[in-house]
């Protein structure tokens, strides 16, 4: 994958977790700027970043359980150590420092 269709898939990723935020009823705020996209729980201030990586073609993602790196494989965003997907591991980084559930079909 050459970096313009990286960085397509990447901004396509991103997108799409704003938008599950947006619609879902959770009070985290969303903001997006050079290629960062970082989410605030407005109830406790914690926070979790997404992170495009250009060189290595990755995003990473760092919460409080855990920094994570993910490639896409076959149109999915996994984990580069466990093969779980993006969707899941943030599900479960929402759920953990917000208290609540929200889908990520990613």
Request: proline content about 0%.
């Amino acid at each position: 994958m050459n970096e313009n269709e990286y960085n397509r898939c990447v901004d396509e990723l991103m997108l799409q977790i704003e938008e599950s935020i947006d619609n879902s009823a959770l009070e985290i705020d969303c903001e997006n700027s050079n290629g960062i996209l970082t989410l605030t729980v407005e109830s406790n201030g914690s926070q979790m970043i997404l992170s495009r990586q250009t060189a290595s073609r990755e995003v990473w993602l760092a919460a409080r359980s855990g920094g994570f790196h993910f490639i896409l494989k076959e149109s999915i965003w996994r984990d580069t150590k466990t093969n779980d997907t993006l969707g899941m591991i943030l599900q479960q980084a929402v759920k953990s420092q917000a208290g609540e559930f929200i889908d990520f079909s990613l």
